[in-house]
């Protein structure tokens, strides 16, 4: 899982996290793994309760994911290749 500023910067578009917000909310591809990008401190971007919210909710506890109250508890990304396959230093 990323935040919206993370899949911004991994797309070449540092600072745009609100486009890629956006850009998914417009998506109409179902293939598309949208339920995965959350806010940066890993809440759901979407107003609690209404239908976008539940089903990203779903989705995420489909694939085993541990949603508390709208929220989905996440790791800092790694800042280089070492930490990513050595891990924090």
């Not at 179902?30 to 107003?47: K, N, Q, T």
């Amino acid at each position: 899982m990323l935040g919206y500023g993370e899949v911004a910067a991994k797309a070449g578009l540092p600072c745009r996290a609100r486009l890629v917000a956006r850009l998914l909310g417009g998506n109409d591809d179902p293939d598309l793994p949208w339920h995965r990008v959350l806010r940066s401190d890993g809440r759901i971007a979407m107003p609690e309760g209404s239908p976008g919210w539940r089903e990203q909710s779903q989705r995420l506890r489909a694939e085993g994911v541990v949603v508390e109250n709208g929220r989905v508890k996440r790791s800092k990304p790694a800042r280089t290749m070492d930490e990513a396959i050595w891990g924090p230093g």
